[in-house]
């Protein structure tokens, strides 16, 4: 059994200016990544600028981080980047910007490495500049992680790429999800869901991981009557949220995702679904799947979230994200490519069969 995190977390109100001395001591020129709106509205933006500036640390904000983040955008990141001859990289925002910043560390360390090689398998491990995450969405995790999904237009490709890229520090504050909407709360804590089960229902699963998701699911399990509320998430719960969403990013840095996750991304490809619901759209069946293999594990799932059944948890997933309806030839061409992707299949707790993969994306999506 293995137990490692390597990045240096923080989690409470006013993170960024309470450990303003940690984040000026990764560097003295940052390459600062944002998407171009959510950072600069929910105050992320200004709290690490203006820390950066008091520091007199040197600094370039890129905000044109997509959702779904790609090598076209990495490289022109990059590109800037050099030429401002930054030393450390911060990433604001959720999953796609932190997953960008990632990447572009690396391009930074290896100039030979271009943006559309990044999901070449290298020769040797490369080395990366030091990455700061500041999440401001409560799902991906991905400040707690070694892992960013990028996108390759060219190739049609969406996937984790083949680095390990663990941020050296991460300040996650709750505050700044009182701009979001509450259906990106929603959407985002739905991933964060996910995290947590299919690193329990994973053949990686042991006695030392599988504390993460076991308190993360309890935690979401008490958020869980706000998230399905009509009414928006009171501010009490956005720490509980945020701590989660680390917790559920915790979860997989020692498991990795299974099919879920694996059958998200081709929704967010091919059909631009945001990725909390493309995941949670195949949870329910998976785990229905998985009941074959660990009856047992499946059952403390549904008691640490406070539920009976599978029936309620299909059911509580589809009250937060809907259904979704996709052609027969797409749903088809779908499954194809999941059941040839060994990276997925096999961490599953069990031998997921053709037919098991057939199964899980006709109880997921609906032909229309």
């Not at 996650?172 to 329990?200: C, F, P, R, W």
């Amino acid at each position: 059994m293995r137990f490692f995190v390597p990045t240096d977390i923080y989690i409470e109100n006013d993170c960024v200016k309470n450990h303003a001395k940690n984040l000026l001591a990764v560097g003295k020129c940052a390459l600062v990544m944002t998407g171009r709106h959510s950072a600069a509205a929910n105050g992320s933006l200004k709290d690490v600028t203006a820390v950066l500036a008091a520091g007199k640390v040197s600094f370039l904000v890129f905000n044109e981080v997509e959702e779904n983040p790609s090598t076209d955008t990495l490289r022109k990141a990059a590109s800037i980047a050099r030429k401002f001859k930054v030393d450390f990289v911060i990433g604001i925002g959720g999953g796609s910007a932190i997953d960008a910043a990632k990447a572009v560390a690396l391009l930074l360390s290896n100039p030979d490495v271009d943006a559309d090689d990044l999901h070449k398998v290298p020769g040797h491990p490369l080395e990366h500049l030091p990455v700061v995450a500041v999440p401001t969405t409560c799902g991906t995790g991905s400040e707690a992680t070694l892992v960013a999904i990028i996108t390759n237009h060219k190739i049609n490709l969406k996937k984790s790429i083949p680095h390990v890229i663990f941020p050296t520090l991460a300040l996650v504050d709750g505050k700044y999800l009182a701009s979001a909407k509450k259906q990106l709360i929603v959407n985002t804590a739905v991933d964060a869901l996910a995290h947590m089960v299919e690193s329990i229902l994973n053949v990686k699963s042991n006695a030392f991981n599988r504390m993460f998701p076991e308190y993360g699911l309890k935690l979401w399990g008490e958020c869980k009557d706000a998230l399905l509320a009509d009414s928006d998430v009171e501010a009490s719960l956005y720490e509980k949220l945020m701590l989660t969403s680390t917790i559920a990013g915790m979860s997989i840095a020692h498991t990795s995702t299974t099919l879920p996750h694996g059958m998200s991304y081709d929704l967010t490809l091919h059909a631009n679904v945001p990725h909390g619901p493309a995941v949670g759209y195949f949870l329910a069946a998976y785990t229905e799947v998985c009941a074959k293999f660990v009856p047992q594990d499946v059952d403390k799932i549904l008691e640490l979230l406070g539920l009976k059944t599978l029936d309620e948890f299909t059911a509580m997933i589809q009250k937060l994200i809907g259904t979704y309806t996709v052609t027969r030839e797409m749903r088809d061409n779908f499954a194809a490519a999941m059941k040839v992707n060994r990276s997925k299949l096999d961490l599953a707790p069990g031998p997921i069969t053709a037919e098991d993969v057939d199964y899980i994306y006709e109880k997921s999506l609906i032909v229309g």
